[in-house]
């Protein structure tokens, strides 16, 4: 199923990226699939597959910084996404319906992607989007760069090799919901982006960054296309009460939460996110766009 997976490069908003691609675009709604903070497209290859031998379109695609997109600029990260999104999504739009489906920091800009009426959505899927209802291992780096500061502050640097050790041994615990049976190649995606002391300092940084934008991330009143929140169980990032929050602010919205999932259900049950994905997709077309 894999080998119908389509790799190409495109420019959206002025950056270039790298995407995966199913499906005809003349064959219903195109659904936008976001990765999460250190992912990739990749992180989405088993629903594009379940897509793909369903007969369904769908692209999912490196956002800047990250994968083999072009690298953030400085300052804010936020704005960066919400513009490449917005280049994304006008040009997925001229060939017909588009749904955006995003998790952790994807589900962050599908949500902020929600509230601007400038945008042709059919609807949004919001997987873990953090800010709303965070872990303490969100919370410690957001509240002050403490973890920061120690890693920088060590006399001598981290090898390479110790660090990708210890991410390989972390990130099942964190991300999975099983992680004893965490996909390798997933895990050593994101190994590799501590490939070093310099490395993972930087990638520290810009998550801080990052989760401090979040305070001033939302505006759940100004959502009026159709929202499914998801949340899983067993995610040790995001609470399932950020899922319920942010249903209990978009009167309209629907909310799912996964038993058996963690952070990322793509990666747990590709076959369950993409079920997910496809009957919400099946039914925007169905539905009349809340009144403003």
């Not at 995966?20 to 064959?27: F, K």
């Not at 060939?95 to 949500?111: D, P, R, Y």
């Not at 042709?120 to 872990?135: N, R």
Request: with cysteine; aromatic share 4%.
């Amino acid at each position: 199923m894999s080998d119908a997976i389509r790799v190409t490069r495109h420019t959206y908003g002025g950056v270039c990226t790298r995407a995966l691609s199913v499906g005809s675009r003349r064959r219903g709604p195109r659904v936008v699939l976001l990765h999460g903070f250190g992912d990739s497209a990749d992180t989405w290859r088993g629903v594009l597959a379940e897509f793909a031998a369903r007969g369904l379109s769908a692209i999912a695609v490196d956002q800047p910084g990250f994968g083999e997109a072009d690298a953030l600029a400085a300052g804010p990260i936020l704005p960066q996404l919400d513009a490449f999104l917005a280049a994304l999504v006008a040009s997925e739009a001229r060939s017909g319906q588009v749904v955006l489906v995003g998790n952790s920091m994807g589900g962050t800009a599908a949500v902020r992607a929600a509230q601007n009426p400038a945008l042709p959505l059919a609807g949004v899927v919001s997987i873990a989007a953090p800010g709303f209802s965070d872990s303490w291992l969100l919370r410690a780096l957001s509240d002050n760069a403490l973890p920061v500061r120690l890693y920088s502050w060590l006399p001598v640097p981290v090898p390479g090799l110790a660090v990708r050790a210890i991410a390989s041994t972390v990130i099942p615990r964190i991300l999975f919901a099983r992680p004893g049976s965490a996909c390798p190649d997933a895990v050593a995606r994101f190994a590799s982006l501590v490939r070093d002391h310099g490395s993972t300092k930087e990638l520290l940084g810009r998550g801080q960054t990052l989760l401090t934008e979040l305070r001033d991330a939302y505006r759940p009143e100004d959502i009026r296309c159709p929202l499914l929140v998801v949340a899983g169980r067993r995610d040790r990032l995001v609470d399932v009460e950020a899922g319920r929050r942010l249903h209990a602010d978009v009167d309209h919205s629907t909310l799912r939460i996964l038993d058996d999932c963690g952070h990322c259900p793509q990666l747990d049950d590709p076959t369950l996110t993409a079920d997910l994905i496809a009957h919400f997709t099946a039914n925007t077309g169905r539905r009349t766009l809340v009144a403003t």
